[in-house]
């Protein structure tokens, strides 16, 4: 049986943006081409006009396509934020789910920060700020609950930066240490990562 036609569309749009993600996750995002995208999707650079018209349109599609996923990723997140009232871990756990997003999506997501960032509007909306709401559930000083709102954006913000971060730039990061391949790189940053929003909760909530 045939496949219909608009099951082979969905497929080549999908390869191209794919291509886009992974060529944004190790390049400068200026210097990428259409000619590059179109080699590592393999279609014709006419068929990614075909689809996105241009470079600003294949980017908006990134980045809705970006947008769409994170709102996915973020409502199953929720149950583990809310049981971290109970369990410090929880938060632990959460972060890593993040972070592991953030590195699955790397080129989109250095596409978005910099795209907020060329607007002066940086914020960090559409990754975890449902911890907000959270904590000002299980944090009733104004003041701890803004020093830990502070923490948890600083968080964000490593998440965001080490997460996207290309291979060559984590390498350059270990310097001569030790560690011997990007993957264990990861290793580490998510495990400081995790083990400092399960410790900056637990803090927080002894003050509370």
Request: hydrophobic share 40%; aromatic share 8%; glycine share 6%.
């Amino acid at each position: 049986m045939a496949r219909p036609p608009q099951a082979d569309s969905e497929r080549t749009i999908n390869a191209i943006l794919d291509a886009t993600e992974q060529l944004c996750g190790e390049k400068n995002i200026d210097a990428i081409k259409i000619s590059d995208i179109a080699r590592d999707a393999g279609v014709a650079p006419s068929t990614v006009y075909h689809y996105f018209c241009n470079r600003e349109g294949l980017w908006d599609a990134c980045l809705d396509r970006l947008r769409r996923d994170a709102e996915q990723t973020n409502a199953g997140l929720l149950p583990k934020v809310q049981a971290a009232m109970f369990d410090p871990t929880s938060l632990g756990r959460c972060a890593r789910d993040i972070y592991r997003f953030v590195r699955s999506r790397r080129g989109a997501v250095r596409m978005r920060l910099r795209d907020a960032l060329s607007r002066g509007d940086f914020d960090l909306e559409d990754y975890g700020e449902f911890f907000v709401p959270f904590l000002k559930q299980v944090i009733e000083d104004d003041v701890l609950r803004l020093r830990a709102a502070v923490a948890l954006r600083g968080l964000m913000l490593w998440i965001l930066r080490y997460g996207s971060a290309a291979d060559r730039d984590l390498v350059a990061l270990a310097g001569n240490s030790e560690v011997r391949s990007v993957e264990e790189i990861h290793q580490i940053i998510e495990d400081f990562i995790a083990d400092s929003a399960e410790r900056l909760l637990s803090t927080t909530l002894q003050r509370a």
